[in-house]
């Protein structure tokens, strides 16, 4: 059973460009959720997604946005590139109603912005 | 506002010196207190979930509590195999996360 798997691994983009990453949640989970972390923090809450919809959605601008598809993965696209974008993104996948659901993270996204 | 906060910034400890990590919470609506393990530049893996004040969950050296205010995860005779970040998170939904406890442990 796989788990919870993130491409790329590592990506390098310069200011202002564009930049797609991607999840694939965990067999038998629906609901993805992308966290940012930079070095040093713990994640940050981006947003959710369940059944193609945006659930709920933390504190980062709309730069930042996401897709959900029919087979439950899920896209984080960030646009307009800042170097403060530069961390690790990290998916995370349960199922909703979670309060008796494990979730699990992906081994991330590094992006480096120069 | 939801908080977290995780007591030590950092941990040194000899190989078989146990302890314990504190972790700390302001919060309405608790759906569950997760604890996670992170290497570097890897992904949290899982540790444990708790849901109720009382309730200890253990894992091989950890051992994880829950008050009402607070969590603890205990480690007893580490290894230094256990080095890691360890990080807490409450479920409102989501997860709010501490900045983690850095766990060092020298043979």
């Known amino acids: 059973d796989a788990g919870v798997t993130q491409s790329p691994t590592h990506l390098i983009k310069t200011r202002g460009q564009q930049v797609t990453l991607r999840c694939s949640p965990k067999?038998?989970?629906?609901?993805v959720s992308w966290y940012q972390q930079a070095l040093g923090q713990g994640p940050q809450f981006i947003f959710q997604?369940?059944?193609?919809?945006?659930?709920q959605r933390g504190n980062f601008p709309d730069r930042f946005s996401g897709h959900q598809f029919p087979n439950y993965s899920s896209e984080l696209n960030v646009n307009a590139l800042l170097l403060g974008d530069s961390a690790l993104y990290l998916c995370?996948?349960?199922?909703?109603?979670?309060?008796?659901?494990?979730?699990?993270f992906g081994e991330g996204s590094w992006l480096t912005v120069v | 506002e939801d908080q977290v906060t995780q007591s030590p910034e950092a941990l040194r400890l000899q190989e078989g010196e146990s302890s314990s990590l504190n972790c700390s919470y302001t919060v309405s609506g608790l759906r569950g207190l997760f604890w996670y393990r992170q290497d570097p530049g890897k992904g949290p893996e899982f540790l444990f979930t708790l849901y109720s004040a009382g309730e200890e969950k253990e894992k091989e050296r950890l051992k994880a509590t829950l008050t009402k205010k607070e969590s603890f995860l205990h480690i007893t005779a580490p290894k230094p195999e256990d080095s890691a970040t360890y990080l807490c998170a409450v479920n409102t939904d989501k997860l709010i996360f501490g900045t983690g406890t850095r766990l060092q442990v020298f043979p």
């Open positions: 997604y369940y059944e193609e919809e945006e659930r």
């Open positions: 067999s038998g989970h629906d609901t």
């Open positions: 995370a996948s349960s199922t909703i109603g979670g309060s008796g659901n494990t979730i699990y």
